[in-house]
């Protein structure tokens, strides 16, 4: 399988208002392959969104290099952008708009013509259980759908890498288990699902491989049964983070 994302030496420092530093990356080294559903699971902090934000181009690294879907983040940003879907941390529709006209707006920036998107958009809607949703304003819907509206919103290009962050917290655990099944046939589909959490189980159920880290830095990568079987006499994922760090995730 070939590389969808080369990850090599990746730095962040934020300046902090004391005039110090925070360094939220210490140089991480990872590829993830076409087609993998991959996990990035760690505390709050670990880097996480950070790691989300500069393969997405939305955030710059101080240094190394990232490659997505065959372009370079800091050299092609453009070319990035139109590879891949983003599910923010925070759904962030645009409320003035019905479910519909966020899709068909969001679908002007790839430059779809309006025709097509809506048809697309119909299609997602049906895929993702929100078609009886297309003429409400996104603020009648509920967390669970509004969820559902950014993961239509990701696809509507036809990405085939799709990045999510934290995908699942604050959904009632009826929408987490709609929300997998909708991750599992996006990966059927062959699709490059990166996706974060800090639910070990989440991330144990869901993930083909998953990186462990925790202040910027990889502290394991595997799948999660050979994860587990690291822990002596086989344990837990939440047992593997706490010999690993010496602390509990969460
Ligand atoms: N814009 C920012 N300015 C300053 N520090 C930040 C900023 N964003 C994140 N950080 C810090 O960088 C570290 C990693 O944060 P983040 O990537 O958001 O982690 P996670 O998503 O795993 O919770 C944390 O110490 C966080 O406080
Ligand atoms: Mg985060």
Known sequence: MSAAIHISGLRKEYPTPGGGTVIALAGLDLDIASGELFGLLGPN????STTIGILTTRIRPTAGSAVVAGADVRRSSVAVRQRIGVVPQR?????SLTAL????????YFGIPRVAATARAHTLMGTLGIADKMRARVGELSGGQQQRLMIARALIHEPRVIFLDEPTVGLDPQARLGLWEILRSLHADGRTIVMTTHYMEEADQLCD??????????????????????????????????????????
């Open 45 to 48: 902090g670990a880097g996480k």
């Open 91 to 95: 759904a962030n529709p645009d409320l």
């Open 101 to 108: 006209e966020n899709l068909v707006f969001h679908a002007g």
């Open 209 to 250: 491989r998953l990186a462990i880290i925790d202040h910027g830095a990889l502290l394991a990568l595997d799948t999660p049964v050979a994860l587990k079987a690291r822990v002596p006499g086989g344990g837990t994922l939440d047992e593997l983070f706490i010999s690993l760090t010496g602390r509990e995730l969460d």
